[in-house]
């Protein structure tokens, strides 16, 4: 079992930068796919990014592409989200998650552990 909690979020400029981190506990983070996920307000929670075991494998939503990255510090137990060139459209509250098992997924039924979220608000 994995517990999860997210931080860095704030407010923050169209066009600036964030960086979310997701600090894990428990043990063998290093065996968990993570994933980052996002809400905005009265949409449905949507996939964002996804990073493999080893970090050598990075999924990312088309909304995302080129402007967000996704890493792992597996010493750390920490999976980070930078965020550059942000949009409004990226105001959203921003989750991590964790799936056991090795494929990396985008579905956010395949995810079992979550933290709590960090609100990210993008101003024009």
């Known amino acids: 079992q994995v517990q999860l909690v997210e931080s860095g979020g704030g407010v923050v400029q169209a066009g600036g930068s964030l960086r979310l981190s997701c600090a894990a506990s428990?043990?063998?983070?290093?065996?968990?796919?993570m994933g980052w996920f996002r809400q905005a307000p009265d949409k449905e929670r949507e996939f964002i990014a996804v990073i493999s075991w080893s970090g050598d494998d990075t999924r990312y939503a088309d909304s995302v592409k080129g402007r967000f990255t996704i890493s792992r510090d597996n010493a750390k137990n920490t999976v980070y989200l930078q965020m550059r060139g942000l949009k409004p459209e990226d105001t959203a509250v921003y989750y991590c998650a964790a799936r056991n098992g090795a494929a990396v997924r985008t579905v956010l039924q395949e995810y079992l552990y979550w933290g709590q979220g960090t609100h990210v608000t993008v101003s024009s």
């Open positions: 428990g043990t063998y983070f290093s065996r968990y796919v």
